[in-house]
């Protein structure tokens, strides 16, 4: 009778010991492990990198020069999504949002990117949807008319 009450303490303190270690249990059963965090490549070091399904607030000097009037930002997410949700509120001008897979369209005279939104008025929210993303997006928030300075809170929502 002690054999069989001693076989069965090993086997507990055996079985206590694997899920302590999070170890794989025979027969496939896996104690849960923390999903591992998803982290993007480079971006341009002339941008502020905003992290995935998060919000922060921004601001635009404002001035008579084009880089006085933008606030550019890099987001990178997981490829496979169903989409990527950007925008900006919470400002009482008139802001536009725009967004590309290039720097550089953000930043030519011309250059609107893939996706945008400016339609809006002063203080109207804006947001742009985009279907399956994937990889890095450059966002350029933009103060409609020049000398134009506020604050902003811009975020975003990625959904797998």
């Known amino acids: 009778m002690q054999k069989k009450r001693t076989i069965w303490v090993t086997l507990l303190i ?89 720097y ?3 930043m030519s005279p011309s250059g609107f990117g893939e996706y945008y939104d400016r339609d809006g008025g002063a203080g109207t929210p804006e947001q742009v949807t985009i279907p399956n993303p994937g990889g890095r997006y450059y966002i350029q928030v933009v103060a409609y008319n020049f000398g134009t300075s506020g604050n902003f809170t811009i975020w975003n929502q990625y959904t797998p």
Not at 15 to 36: D, R, Y
Not at 54 to 64: H, K, P, Q, R, V
């Open 14 to 102: 055996i079985f206590a010991l694997l899920l302590a270690c999070q170890c794989q249990l025979p027969g496939g059963i896996v104690s849960p492990a923390e999903p591992t965090p998803f982290v993007g490549g480079d971006c341009n070091p002339n941008t502020t990198r905003l992290l995935m399904n998060n919000s922060m607030t921004g601001y635009i000097a404002g001035g008579d020069e084009f880089l006085e009037t933008i606030a550019m930002y890099c987001l990178w997410v997981p490829e496979g999504g169903s989409q990527l949700v950007i925008g900006i509120r919470d400002f009482n001008i008139d802001f536009d949002i725009y967004v590309s897979s290039s």
């Open 104 to 106: 550089e369209e953000l």
